[in-house]
């Protein structure tokens, strides 16, 4: 089966913290993933570079096995972090993702 999204080689620094190294994901369809770690491992920096809201330094983030470029917090409009901003919202149907994920 393949990934639907694929995030590989994830880079992203900060003055005087180097954040994500090498970082990788796989998500792969009608699976449930959670992104778990210590604090400071990096989980926060890795949603944000997924949804745009920071760029990466470097490595490639596909969709579909096509390279995707976030536009920054406007592409990402609407994201949430469940944790961290948790709301009134229902939550996103797989649909509702795929719709987002696609630019659709």
């Known amino acids: 089966m393949d990934a639907l999204l694929q995030l590989k080689g994830i880079d992203k620094a900060f003055p005087g913290v180097k ?3 090498g970082a990788a994901l796989n998500v792969y369809p009608g699976r ?3 992104l ?3 604090n400071g491992a990096g989980k926060s920096t890795m949603m944000k570079v997924l949804t745009g809201i920071y760029t990466r330094d470097a490595g490639s983030l596909l969709w579909l096995g ?3 470029t ?6 990402s409009q609407g994201s949430r972090d469940r944790h961290h901003s ?3 919202e229902p ?3 797989a649909h509702d993702c795929r719709e987002y994920l696609s630019g659709a």
Do not use: H, I, Q, R
């Open 32 to 34: 449930v993933m959670a």
């Open 91 to 93: 939550d996103p149907t």
């Open 66 to 68: 096509k390279e995707t």
């Open 19 to 21: 954040a994500l190294s």
């Open 70 to 75: 976030f536009n920054g917090p406007k592409s």
């Open 86 to 88: 948790p709301g009134t």
């Open 36 to 38: 778990v770690g210590e």
